[in-house]
């Protein structure tokens, strides 16, 4: 008998009517992942669930190495079905891991299988999936459909020529599969590779980036681009001459932390106006350390497991940010993310300085993400934002994932929000006004979502 039943996450009994009532099945906007256009535009058919359910995903990698898995069962060569039993001898282990809940979901959602994942079902559960995935309902687009997603945004790079994304447009695919721009490699000036990405660009100078920026901007935006995504693993704010700044480091110069800091705020906020102009949605996702084991970093590149939680000061350099494009009108709506739940307050705070009618939520706390994914880190988020701000205008949950089978986190999301929202009912602090539940509940699920980005 599995753990995944009807009344999973949901405590009493508000919790289970809204939940089933209102949030059950609604459909997904997965605002932010991972997944490849490519494969989606190819309708890739995979080739065994390790596959699917291991292949790429750095959290699951991450868990196997904290068991004692050794390396070649988690990117190296051992057969598929060794790498399989391995994940399924360690899971056990997993308690208090969202991991296990989510293995389940989703051997549950898209393969019937309600039984726990250990050393003695392995083989079993492998066998009967891979029968599955011979079929044609667990092929890319399948699993989309059969997820019920609205819409898809991946993370593309602004030189990216978006060829896949228009593939799958004339496709006929039902699910709306559009780009997000990910400037990342054009901000990051000190990182190695920026001489080779710049050229690539054909920038000869800090204004030809920019123009070269708007135009690609321009470019996506055509494509169907309403979103913007930012990895900050640090915020700084520094005003001056930013061409100054590219001139030296393209002609080979080491930059000093106020340079670097100078160049790094006159783009964020070119980049910024941009998104204003075109009514696009800034997403800040603020605090990850990268690559932290250089030796495996060496071996296995980068998004591989070795990323961790930082510790910033960014509420004064982030205030200054997003006050210098407010000051002439144009800070886009906005939604930040921390890695570190210590800074949910500060970033909930922050919101308020910078909210304007008419827009339901203009900036957003960004939902638990990464290492706050989990039910502890997504209650603390919730609750925060209901503390500091509107809790009813909430965008919800994405997948920020490699995987397509990850879409039953947006279950146990909204599990765990109705579980929140139900306890505050029949604890009495909220009252049972069944038109407002519903609104709430819709809306943080999907609706609010819908009409923030206006795909």
């Keep these: 008998m599995g753990i995944i039943n009807d009344q999973f996450m949901l405590k009493n009994e508000t919790a289970k009517h809204l939940y089933h009532d209102y949030a059950e099945g609604l459909p997904i906007i997965d605002y932010h992942c991972h997944l490849s256009p490519a494969e989606i535009a190819n309708d890739h058919a995979f080739k065994s669930i390790t596959e699917l359910m291991l292949g790429g995903d750095h959290y699951k990698w991450r868990f ?6 050794t390396e070649d069962y988690i990117t190296g060569s051992q057969p598929e079905r060794e790498k399989f039993r391995a994940w399924a001898k360690v899971l056990p282990y997993g308690i208090g891991n969202p991991l296990y809940h989510w293995t389940h979901l989703e051997l549950k959602r898209y393969f019937d299988v309600d039984e726990p994942l250990n050393a003695a079902s392995a083989d079993r559960i492998y066998d009967l999936c891979n029968e599955k995935l011979a079929s044609p309902d667990f092929t890319a687009k399948s699993l989309v459909t059969r997820s019920n997603v609205k819409v898809i945004c991946t993370t593309d790079d602004p030189m990216d020529d978006l060829h896949y994304h228009a593939e799958i447009a004339s496709s006929g695919f039902g699910t709306k599969v559009l780009p997000a721009f990910r400037p990342d490699k054009a901000l990051n000036i000190t990182a190695p590779d920026f001489e080779s ?21 321009a470019f996506f935006h055509e494509k169907g681009s309403r979103l913007s995504d930012h990895s900050l693993s640090i915020v700084t704010f520094a005003r001056g001459d930013a061409s100054k700044v590219f001139d030296k480091r393209m002609a080979g110069g080491k930059l000093t932390d106020e340079e670097e800091a100078i160049y790094r705020t ?17 997403q800040l996702h603020i605090g990850a350390t990268r690559n932290n084991n250089t030796r495996m970093f060496r071996k296995l590149g980068p998004d591989a497991g070795f990323d961790g939680v930082g510790d910033m000061n960014a509420a004064y350099p982030l205030s200054r940010l997003l006050d210098a494009l407010d000051e002439s009108g144009e800070l886009p709506k906005t939604i930040l993310y921390t890695l570190n739940p210590k800074d949910n307050y500060m970033l909930g705070a922050m919101l308020g300085n910078f909210q304007e009618g008419p827009a339901f939520g203009k900036m957003q706390l960004g939902s638990g993400w ?20 509107c809790l009813g205008s909430f965008v919800g949950m994405l997948t920020d994932s490699r995987s397509f089978v990850s879409y039953p986190r947006h279950e146990y ?43």
């Design 266 to 282: 006159e783009l964020l906020i070119v980049l910024g106006r941009l998104y204003a102009k075109y009514g696009w949605v800034m």
């Design 197 to 217: 990405y710049i050229e690539k660009t054909g920038a000869k100078s800090y204004n030809d980036l920019c123009n070269i920026i708007a135009e690609r901007v």
């Design 413 to 455: 999301f909204r599990r765990i929000l109705c579980n929140v929202l139900g306890t505050w009912v029949e604890e009495g602090e909220y009252p049972e006004d069944e038109e407002m539940l519903e609104k709430i509940v819709r809306g943080i699920s999907f609706e609010n979502a819908d009409k923030y980005f206006d795909f």
């Design 370 to 389: 990464w290492f706050c994914d989990q039910r502890d880190g997504m209650e603390a988020q919730l609750k925060a934002l209901g503390n500091l701000g």
């Design 64 to 69: 196997m190495r904290s068991a004692g898995v």
